[in-house]
């Protein structure tokens, strides 16, 4: 029976990092999909930055940021008590950083892909926004909603460079699916190894089969 700990890890780092960027993601794409110009485009750029950047650069940058000996390191471990490099938090942060802008991109585009029209009716007739927000915005945008959350779910349950150089390789601790892949074969268990990467094969053909089906039933309704 392999260990599983590595799974279960995984999917606690995957689930809370999910649960951070879908909050994340509606806030500010509710913020900025009706805005445009030049501040919104930069914005966007520094969004969209970690699917660009080579992910140990990333991790270089988290370490900066969260290193005990700055600032915002200092006050994550001396004021609220949770260090992150080096621990689970570390992942998670990670996690949140390299999936967030595949959840923004799908989110905004639901919500700028909404007729205006419609909504512009609906605020004529006195509708709040924060009614028309959560009466038609997010119900309309439900399915690039769910898109970008199940690809913001698997992005962390795939994610590798930045959380090596943050969370490092801690067995029982920090050590994630692909994490456990690379220091298996490493150690050449090679046999081990190929479970977990049929696991994360099986899951990423999953994900993209359901977002493929969703966007299917879209196009036909839409016919």
Same mark, same amino acid.
């Given at each position: 029976?392999?260990?599983?700990?590595?799974?279960?890890?995984?999917?606690?780092?995957?689930?809370?990092?999910?649960?951070?960027?879908?909050?994340?993601?509606?806030?500010?794409?509710?913020?900025?999909?009706?805005?445009?110009? =030049?501040?919104?485009?930069?914005? $966007?750029?520094? *969004?969209?930055?970690?699917?660009? @950047? !080579?992910?140990?650069?990333?991790?270089? #940058?988290?370490?900066?940021?969260?290193?005990?000996?700055?600032?915002?390191?200092?006050?994550?471990?001396?004021?609220?008590?949770?260090?992150?490099?080096?621990?689970?938090?570390?992942?998670?942060?990670?996690?949140?950083?390299?999936?967030?802008?595949?959840?923004?991109?799908?989110?905004?585009?639901?919500?700028?892909?909404?007729?205006?029209?419609?909504?512009?009716?609906? =605020?004529?007739?006195?509708?709040? $926004?924060?009614? *028309?927000?959560?009466?038609?915005? @997010? !119900?309309?945008?439900?399915?690039?909603? #769910?898109?970008?959350?199940?690809?913001?779910?698997?992005?962390?349950?795939?994610?590798?460079?930045?959380?090596?150089?943050?969370?490092?390789?801690?067995?029982?601790?920090?050590?994630?699916?692909?994490?456990?892949?690379?220091?298996?074969?490493?150690?050449?268990?090679?046999?081990?190894?190929?479970?977990?990467?049929?696991?994360?094969?099986?899951?990423?053909?999953?994900?993209?089969?359901?977002?493929?089906?969703?966007?299917?039933?879209?196009?036909?309704?839409?016919?």
């Amino acid at each position: 029976m392999p260990d599983l700990t590595p799974f279960w890890i995984s999917i606690e780092v995957a689930v809370i990092s999910t649960i951070i960027v879908t909050v994340l993601g509606i806030l500010i794409s509710r913020l900025l999909y009706r805005r445009r110009g =030049r501040i919104v485009t930069l914005l $966007e750029s520094i *969004i969209i930055l970690p699917i660009v @950047l !080579p992910p140990t650069v990333m991790g270089f #940058l988290l370490l900066i940021v969260f290193s005990p000996r700055s600032p915002v390191g200092a006050f994550m471990t001396n004021v609220l008590h949770m260090p992150v490099i080096f621990t689970i938090t570390g992942a998670i942060i990670a996690s949140v950083i390299v999936s967030f802008p595949l959840m923004y991109q799908h989110t905004i585009q639901g919500f700028r892909g909404i007729n205006h029209k419609m909504l512009n009716t609906a =605020r004529t007739m006195g509708a709040s $926004e924060n009614k *028309i927000f959560f009466r038609l915005i @997010l !119900p309309l945008s439900k399915r690039a909603i #769910l898109s970008g959350v199940m690809m913001a779910f698997a992005r962390a349950i795939g994610e590798f460079g930045a959380t090596l150089m943050v969370a490092g390789y801690i067995p029982n601790k920090t050590n994630t699916l692909p994490l456990e892949i690379y220091f298996l074969v490493e150690q050449g268990k090679e046999n081990q190894a190929w479970l977990w990467v049929l696991v994360l094969v099986a899951f990423a053909i999953t994900v993209i089969g359901t977002i493929n089906l969703m966007n299917k039933d879209r196009y036909l309704e839409v016919d």
